[in-house]
Nanobody
């Protein structure tokens, strides 16, 4: 099995910064795409940022220029640096990973448990 553990959420004032982390552990051969989604109350889950194994990244228009996604392949970890936070960034943030399992080489998506980010004065 594979587990994803997130950390780094919290309460921050508008204009502030937070850094989210998500580390995977378990039976992993390789992780293809990694990414972050978010879900605000009453809204659908939306893609925030994603990054390929080779480092190509993509962002939602609403966070371009403010958020940066990065990854550490040696430690199976993805990060989301969030700067210039706005109240509309308030949501539960979920990481996901496209994992190739060790031994079986089966491909599956795994999700973190979610971490709350609240932007408020």
């Amino acid at each position: 099995q594979v587990q994803l553990v997130e950390s780094g959420g919290g309460l921050v004032q508008p204009g502030g910064s937070l850094r989210l982390s998500c580390a995977a552990s378990g039976s992993i051969s390789r992780i293809n795409a990694m990414g972050w989604y978010r879900q605000a109350p009453g809204k659908q889950r939306e893609m925030v940022a994603q990054i390929s194994f080779g480092g190509s990244d993509d962002y939602a228009d609403s966070v371009k220029g403010r958020f940066t996604i990065s990854r550490d392949n040696a430690n199976n970890t993805v990060y989301l640096q969030m700067n210039g936070l706005k109240p509309e960034d308030t949501a539960v943030y979920y990481c996901y990973m496209d994992v190739i399992r060790r031994y079986s080489y089966r491909q599956s998506d795994f999700w973190g448990q979610g971490t709350q980010v609240t932007v408020s004065s």
